[in-house]
């Protein structure tokens, strides 16, 4: 049987999924026994108003690896899968105890899998062992470069097993995976992985540890964002406040102040939900400004209510070219869904 305690010399893995996650995590954790002889932390995207406890029931019926909610300051037990809650990130502490926190959205998510990897990357090195399954967009591509970086284990799930395959193929693209297989060879790999030795420790990358940081809510300063790279004429649309482009690595990523990040797909997406959420609202003031220079104009006489006529026409042509552009067909893709 497993030690029950979490010990500085173990490992630790940790998941991250999004659309098509309870499928592709029951098939998976299916595979684990009791002794499973590691912690296994999990960010899978969920609305803010969800409780995830039906998600926990699911899984607790498919496994005997006791399936939980995250709390802060608990300690890692082996054996153990610990869920994050809706509208937090879930992180490994410094001191290697659960981290629960409310900070930032990143990649338009909260819980998001940047975060959890990238920390267990910083706190664990080379004895993580990140795993990333089925999704939309490129959610946890950035902290899987991260926890490669560290000297630690990156596992894609194969886009072809995936349910929605954009997120493991994202990953793909852009880091060099040690594995890529189907969901029902993972379960025997981490077995297998659990029981090697691990790489030699290597030193843990300044900027990631700078992200953690900014992450975990230690701090939040000018100093430390532009460490990471320059400035770039975008506004972040979670607070409006300017953003820096990221430079290290391969990925495009950007990143304000205050905590939100965003991957290049993910700020687009972002991007765009902002701007027809704008053109909706213009739509709604544009009717409304038309309809009240209709009633007035009904008041009036002369030259007054001819005016007010050739604005109420004029908005009418505003309105009916905002309209044709919420109702084009754009072709819009998966990249641009909310998951």
């Excluded at 009791?34 to 019926?61: C, M, R, W, Y």
């Excluded at 610990?82 to 629960?100: E, N």
């Excluded at 630690?152 to 995976?177: F, L, S």
């Amino acid at each position: 049987m497993a030690k029950n305690k979490f010990s500085p010399s173990e490992k630790v893995v940790v998941i991250g999924t999004s659309a098509g996650g309870l499928n592709a995590l029951k098939i998976l954790i299916n595979q684990l026994q009791e002794d499973f002889p590691a912690p296994i932390l999990v960010v899978q995207h969920i609305s803010a108003d969800a409780t995830g406890d039906v998600f926990l029931d699911v899984l607790n019926k498919q496994t005997n690896i006791h399936c939980q909610h995250a709390v802060n300051g608990e300690s890692l037990k082996n054996g153990h899968l610990y869920l994050a809650p809706s509208d937090h990130h879930l992180m490994i502490g410094d001191d290697q105890k659960i981290l629960v926190t409310k900070g930032a959205q990143e990649n338009r998510s909260r819980p998001a899998i940047d975060p959890l990897f990238r920390s267990a990357a910083v706190v664990f090195g080379s004895k993580v062992i990140g795993v990333l399954l089925t999704g939309y967009l490129d959610d946890g591509t950035a902290g899987m470069i991260a926890i490669k970086r560290c000297g630690g284990t990156c596992i894609v799930q194969d886009p072809a097993d995936a349910e929605y395959p954009d997120m493991p193929a994202n990953a793909i693209k852009q880091v060099e995976v040690d594995f890529c297989l189907p969901l029902m060879e993972m379960g025997g790999l981490l077995y297998q992985l659990l029981a090697a030795k691990p790489e030699k420790s290597r030193p843990i990358p300044k900027d990631i540890m700078i992200e953690a940081k900014i992450a975990k809510r230690v701090l939040s300063d000018l100093p430390a964002v532009n460490s990471l790279g320059d400035q770039v004429p975008f506004n972040c649309p979670g607070c409006g406040g300017v953003l820096w482009k990221v430079d290290k690595g391969p990925l495009t990523r950007y990143r304000c102040h205050t905590g939100h990040a965003y991957t290049a797909q993910a700020l687009i997406a972002e991007q765009t939900l902002k701007i027809e959420e704008t053109m909706w609202t213009a739509l709604r003031m544009f009717e409304e400004r038309r309809n009240l220079l209709t009633t007035f104009a009904k008041e009036q006489t002369g030259a007054i209510k001819k005016s007010a006529l050739e604005r109420a026409e004029l908005s009418l042509v505003h309105i009916d070219r905002i309209k044709a552009i919420l109702l084009a067909d754009d072709k819009g893709t998966a990249q641009d869904t909310p998951t």
